[in-house]
Nanobody, 119 residues
Framework: QVQLVESGGGLVQPGGSLRLSCVASGVTFRYYTMSWYRQAPGKERELVASISSAGGQTNYADSVKGRFRISRVNDQNLVDLQMNSLRPEDTAVYYC????????????WGQGTQVTVSS
């Protein structure tokens, strides 16, 4: 059974930082590209950042470049999203996604974690 469990969300003031974590189980983690998405109320789910299976390539949405950093530790089945200089428009539910590099039909989502940026 595949599980992606996110943690680290919460309430933070504008300009603050949060670190989201996602731990995967039931998959061979090193075969999966990992991504963070977010969905704000009334909006489509959007890609925030992704990292290749070996960790050598990362990709960021323009809106978070220079503020967010994605990283992974394959030995721990862990992917993190460090979020700095947070803005109210970063408020959303953040989801972790795993996509198999060899069979893209094998894609899994976490349950999401709420991030609220407000004073």
């Amino acid at each position: 059974q595949v599980q992606l469990v996110e943690s680290g969300g919460g309430l933070v003031q504008p300009g603050g930082s949060l670190r989201l974590s996602c731990v995967a189980s039931g998959v061979t983690f090193r075969y999966y590209t990992m991504s963070w998405y977010r969905q704000a109320p009334g909006k489509e789910r959007e890609l925030v950042a992704s990292i290749s299976s070996a960790g050598g390539q990362t990709n960021y949405a323009d809106s978070v470049k220079g503020r967010f950093r994605i990283s992974r530790v394959n030995d721990q089945n862990l992917v993190d999203l460090q979020m700095n200089s947070l803005r109210p428009e970063d408020t959303a539910v953040y989801y972790c996604k795993a996509r198999n590099d060899y069979a893209v039909r094998y894609a899994y989502w976490g349950q999401g974690t709420q991030v609220t940026v407000s004073s």
